[in-house]
């Protein structure tokens, strides 16, 4: 089980920038972080919750969902046990609670945080 704790969310003007960090504990599964893949979703008000960008092999290759593509980078630093997704040109319908996320081989994405707290709005 690895357990995964979000931070860096606030409250930003349209156009801004914020840098997600998520901080895996993976000492209780016996695997290193580099060998999960590691994604970032987000939940808007209302809405179902949404892939936004994964980094699922561990070799710089990733992906992004359209929306962000171009203005979010996923990034991981292995040796730190962190995540992090670096958000640019951020614009209002970024608003959202953003999650990490983690998955070992065929499994789908799980052991969620709790999230953390995206706000675009002048």
């Known amino acids: 089980q690895v357990q995964l704790t979000e931070s860096g969310g606030g409250l930003v003007q349209p156009g801004g920038s914020l840098r997600l960090s998520c901080a895996a504990s993976?000492?209780?599964?016996?695997?290193?972080?580099?060998?999960?893949?590691v994604g970032w979703f987000r939940q808007a008000p209302g809405k179902e919750r949404e892939f936004v960008a994964a980094?699922?092999?561990?070799?710089?290759?990733?992906s992004y969902a359209d929306s962000v593509k171009g203005r979010f980078t996923i990034s991981r630093d292995n040796a730190k046990n962190m995540i992090y997704l670096q958000m640019n040109s951020l614009k209002p319908e970024d608003t959202a609670v953003y999650f990490c996320?983690?998955?070992?081989?065929?499994?789908?994405?799980?052991?969620w945080g709790q999230g953390t707290q995206v706000t675009v709005s002048s």
């Open positions: 980094d699922i092999y561990n070799n710089g290759r990733t």
């Open positions: 993976v000492r209780a599964s016996g695997r290193p972080l580099s060998t999960y893949g």
């Open positions: 996320a983690v998955k070992y081989g065929s499994s789908q994405f799980g052991s």
